[in-house]
């Protein structure tokens, strides 16, 4: 039971430096999620997807691109490392169902390390 | 954006003894989400609660919905070692599941 498989687990990149993060989830889930967990600041999301092909902005989504081609991936890249992006970034999916039955928890993968030096 | 206030931010607690975290909203909540997180780790799943009122218990974990949705508390039955880490509350308000997060509590179990 993979669930979701977040890669790569650690990166330090130097400013103006590019990347992606993966995110792949085997649940069949719909909805897709990225955050970035900051100290004393929780999760915020970044950007989301309820479903492939479709993307939508979050909380905090400048400096950050997403994409999602295929329904069990998820990928956030960052076009120009800033030292603010230094976080552990988390990718999250769900399946809600409509209804009485509402809202799905999240399953979340183990995370991202990213230093921007 | 609505905010999720958590209390304590941390606290220390004896073996065996209870603890009770708190998580409070301005707004009424459509659903309200318990995570835990241990350190380096993923965030794993609690509890949910939707309907104001309602009560989860799994082991030593209960989780309490007030009934105007705007309050939830994590309670904790003669804890141990494995309870440590950061608990989340997580919280949306309507149906899209996007989900606003609590800044955590840190619960650190003494033997």
């Known amino acids: 039971n993979a669930g979701v498989t977040q890669t790569p687990k650690f990166r330090v990149l130097k400013t103006g430096q590019s990347m992606t993060l993966l995110c792949a989830q085997d649940m069949n889930h719909e909805y897709m999620y990225w955050y970035r967990q900051d100290p004393g600041m929780g999760l915020r999301l970044i950007h989301y997807s309820v479903g492939e092909g479709t993307t939508a902005k979050g909380e905090v989504p400048d400096g950050y691109n997403v994409s999602r081609l295929k329904k069990q991936n998820f990928l956030l890249g960052l076009e120009s490392a800033a030292p603010s992006q230094t976080s552990v970034y988390f990718c999250a999916s769900s399946n809600n169902k409509q209804g009485a039955q509402g809202n799905q928890p999240q399953h979340f993968g183990d995370g991202t390390r990213l230093s921007i030096l | 954006s609505q905010e999720l206030e958590q209390s304590p931010q941390s606290l220390i607690v004896q073996e065996g003894k209870n603890l009770t975290i708190n998580c409070t909203s301005s707004?009424?909540?459509?659903?309200l989400y318990w995570y835990k997180q241990k350190y380096g780790e993923g965030l794993i799943f609690l509890m949910m609660?939707?309907?104001?009122?309602e009560e989860k218990s799994h082991e030593k974990i209960t989780a309490k919905l007030d009934e105007k949705k705007q309050q939830s508390s994590l309670h904790i039955t003669a804890s141990q070692p494995s309870h440590a880490g950061i608990y989340l509350c997580g919280a949306d308000k309507a149906a899209g599941n996007k989900l606003t997060f609590g800044g955590g509590t840190r619960v650190l179990v003494k033997p």
């Open positions: 609660l939707q309907k104001g009122g």
């Open positions: 707004k009424t909540l459509y659903g």
